[in-house]
């Protein structure tokens, strides 16, 4: 060991800080944060966890100071970020985390409650200046630490002059939330309201304002414009006027509201529902059962449940003159509902039949038909079992040439069921093992396949 080496042993750092005096300490301290101005972050973070184990050097001001130093650090940071993802459209996952890790500790701050409002008003200043550009995908953070940061009336009011120094309807509607909700400003928000009556969901903004203010006249003929005037959804319009009109039990008023939804193309289904319902409760079937045929015409989905309520509902009489209609209708709109129904009316012979021929019918919800009709082939199993094995051989065998470990998993799983009908309801094991056995020999090249079925 050379005798350089050993005087680098000998010190040790540690114990050469433990005897600097204040003075010189300042001056380490202070050369560090000049050479290394990243450090002055990490100190700042220090004095914050130390703030409570050292309450007679760190007054409330010192506090109040040290977190709004904190927060335009942590937002220089995020916003360097955010500023080429508003240049560049986006970025890369990891600078998305790491800016999205920024405003969280922003967020932590605001929770704290400890930014004075000035920090806060400038804050508001700079980050708008990245909001404004709306390019970059942090919108929706930017805007939830806004509405976070805002606490006091004159903090509210300023990011109400920040909002619409851009103004757009999307900004007036949160305006409009901040008038209503936190500065309590109700001419404020009626007078920038009734500019902007153009959506269901506007009228319904104005709706709940009404009733809060306990005035369920003006609830009413707002609701009522809307369902006429408004565009989009109209949902909470509709369902407002018919609790109020069903518990004064204004038959009339309800089949208005019927035939304003039919009109309108819109809450057809929703209304006519609403409206079997309460002739239903009322005792009045033919009513009823009109309502509830008509509802049907609008159905998009559970065909299935819509079968059984009108089964139930119908008189046998009523029910045995529609009911081939209505089951053809779902066997034309819904597939697998009908052969939901076929098994429910205990047809299994078609349903057999069906799952055995027919390419399951692809679904606009899943782009997959991995699944295909096993949901029937489960419920044939102990009536049909040779046929259903036949129905997961044939389809594990399709994913096995030209698959790749995906299929194979897939191919397994089908398997398993082939093999369970074997062993457990055929009691047949020996047709099990002698079946799997030749197809592993049939696949005897496919050693991706044979690892994966190894745990059959």
């Not at 980050?127 to 942090?138: C, D």
């Amino acid at each position: 060991m050379t005798e350089n080496s050993m005087q680098s042993e000998r010190f040790s750092l540690h114990e050469r800080l433990r005897f600097l005096n204040t003075s010189e300490f300042y001056d380490l301290v202070s050369t560090l944060l000049i050479k290394k101005p990243e450090l002055y972050q990490l100190v700042m973070e220090w004095f914050k966890e130390k703030q409570e184990s050292m309450p007679e050097t760190m007054t409330d001001n010192d506090t109040v100071s040290l977190n709004d130093n904190l927060l335009f650090e942590y937002w220089e940071d995020a916003r360097s970020i955010i500023s080429e993802f508003n240049e560049l459209g986006g970025g890369p996952e990891e600078e998305e985390e790491e800016a999205f890790g920024y405003l969280e500790k922003i967020s932590g701050l605001i929770e704290e409650g400890s930014l004075s409002t000035a920090a806060k008003l400038e804050f508001l200043d700079e980050a708008f200046e990245e909001y404004n550009i709306h390019n970059s995908g942090f919108e929706d953070g930017l805007m939830e630490i806004f509405f976070e940061i805002c606490q006091t009336k004159e903090e509210w009011e300023y990011l109400v002059k920040k909002l619409d120094e851009h103004p757009s309807n999307w900004r007036k509607e949160r305006i409009m939330n901040i008038q209503r909700e936190y500065l309590h400003n109700d001419e404020a928000y009626l007078q920038e309201r009734m500019q902007i009556l153009i959506y269901g969901m506007n009228y319904w903004d104005l709706v709940k304002f009404y009733v809060e203010k306990g005035d369920p006249d003006k609830a009413l003929e707002t609701a009522e414009e809307g369902i006429l005037k408004g565009e989009g959804r109209l949902t909470e319009l509709f369902e407002f006027l018919w609790e109020y009109f069903s518990k004064k039990g204004d038959t009339a008023n309800l089949e208005r509201l019927v035939q304003t939804a039919l009109s309108r193309n819109t809450e057809e289904k929703n209304m006519l529902d609403r409206s079997f319902e309460y002739y239903r409760l009322k005792g009045d079937y033919e009513h009823a059962k009109d309502a509830l045929l008509r509802s049907f015409k609008f159905a998009r989905q559970q065909y299935y449940a819509e079968y059984k309520r009108m089964k139930k509902f119908l008189k046998a009489c009523d029910w045995k003159s529609i009911e081939p209609e209505i089951f053809d209708k779902i066997k034309e709109k819904d597939f697998y509902d009908y052969l939901r129904i076929c098994l429910y009316k205990g047809m299994k012979e078609t349903v057999l039949e069906s799952i055995l021929s027919l390419k399951p019918p692809y679904s606009r919800f899943s782009s997959s038909y991995e699944n295909g009709f096993d949901e029937f082939a489960d419920k044939l199993t102990n009536d049909f079992p040779e046929k259903i094995i036949e129905y997961y051989w044939q389809k594990a065998y399709r994913n096995i040439p030209g698959g790749n470990r995906k299929t194979y998993h897939s191919a397994v799983k089908d398997l398993e069921k082939a093999k369970n009908i074997y062993i457990y309801v055929l009691r047949n094991e020996d047709g099990w093992a002698k079946r799997f056995s030749d197809l592993k020999s049939e696949f005897k090249k496919r050693p991706a396949f044979l690892e994966i079925a190894s745990e059959l």
